[in-house]
C-alpha cells in the first residue's frame, strides 16, 4: 500500500481516525504498564522508609 502524500497516509483512506485512535490507546496501555509499576515501587519504598524511622524513634 502507497500513498501518494503525507495527509493520504494520515487518512488512510478514510479509516484514518480509527486506525490513529487504536495506536494512541495502544501506546497509552503500554505506557501505563510501564509507568504504574514504577510509581508504584517507588511509594512502597517511601512508606517503608518512613515506617523504618517510626521504629527507631519509638
Not at 502507497?2 to 497509552?28: L, N, R
Not at 509507568?35 to 512508606?47: K, N, T, V
Given at each position: 500500500m502507497?500513498?501518494?502524500?503525507?495527509?493520504?497516509?494520515?487518512a488512510?483512506?478514510?479509516?484514518g481516525?480509527?486506525?490513529?485512535?487504536?495506536?494512541?490507546?495502544?501506546?497509552?496501555?503500554?505506557?501505563?504498564?510501564?509507568?504504574?509499576?514504577?510509581?508504584?515501587?517507588?511509594?512502597?519504598?517511601?512508606?517503608?522508609?518512613?515506617?523504618?524511622?517510626?521504629?527507631?524513634?519509638?
Amino acid at each position: 500500500m502507497s500513498f501518494s502524500s503525507f495527509a493520504d497516509f494520515i487518512a488512510m483512506g478514510q479509516h484514518g481516525p480509527y486506525v490513529w485512535t487504536a495506536y494512541g490507546i495502544g501506546v497509552a496501555v503500554v505506557l501505563l504498564n510501564v509507568a504504574l509499576p514504577i510509581l508504584a515501587r517507588r511509594r512502597y519504598l517511601q512508606d517503608e522508609a518512613r515506617r523504618l524511622r517510626r521504629e527507631t524513634q519509638q
